[in-house]
């Protein structure tokens, strides 16, 4: 019996990816329980919610996702605590550089330190190829419903959130759906 539960627990585990940090309440990061929780209300109205979170940049100048609005975006929440997310980073650097100025990718940073992240990305974004979010308040994580990691976010130019995946994923899952949100 000992052994079948902790054969469960690990399987949901890599299942769903790393374990989470505690959130705000999606009613604390200012979004409508109907759109934090699995995207059940508008797919458009979730996006709206988005862009009025505000975040900030690695030099922490307060930034918004409203400078991607009317474009194709990936976002992608993110911890360098996280393994699968440290693997799928650099995927993430890949397709963005092979399909440059038609899609932005947004990695959004969960509550670790400018500091950190400059350094994760030294080794494993030096060109700047993604867009970098601090997230020190986790407003994003709550707002899309967050319980895995990584969790990321496939978004068209008209702002309807085509795709909401939860876990890692492949280079070549990353750019199957990125042809997908560019059809």
Same mark, same amino acid.
């Given at each position: 019996m000992k052994y079948s539960l902790s054969l469960l627990a690990l399987t949901v585990l890599l299942i769903t990816g790393c374990t989470t940090l505690p959130t705000t309440s999606p009613s604390d /990061?200012?979004?409508?329980? %109907? &759109? /934090?929780? !699995?995207?059940? !209300?508008? =797919? /458009?109205?979730?996006?709206?919610?988005?862009? !009025?979170? %505000?975040?900030? &940049?690695? &030099?922490?100048? $307060?930034v918004s996702l409203a400078q991607f609005d009317g474009q194709a975006v990936v976002i992608n929440s993110w911890a360098s605590w996280?393994? #699968?997310? %440290? =693997?799928?980073? $650099? &995927? #993430?650097? %890949?397709?963005q550089k092979e399909f440059e100025d038609r899609v932005q990718f947004v990695v959004i940073n969960r509550r670790e330190s400018a500091d950190d992240a400059r350094a994760f990305f030294a080794a494993h974004d030096p060109t700047n190829a993604l867009v970098h979010y601090q997230d020190v308040g986790d407003l994003f994580y709550a707002a899309i419903g967050g319980f895995a990691m990584p969790e990321t976010l496939f978004v068209r130019p008209d702002g309807i959130v085509m795709l909401h995946k939860r876990g890692p994923m492949t280079v070549d899952e990353i750019r199957g759906h990125v042809q997908k949100l560019l059809e």
């Open positions: /990061a200012g979004v409508s329980v %109907t &759109d /934090a929780v !699995g995207l059940l !209300g508008s =797919k /458009a109205g979730l996006w709206q919610e988005l862009i !009025g979170l %505000t975040f900030e &940049d690695l &030099d922490g100048t $307060p996280c393994i #699968f997310c %440290t =693997k799928e980073i $650099p &995927d #993430f650097v %890949t397709v």
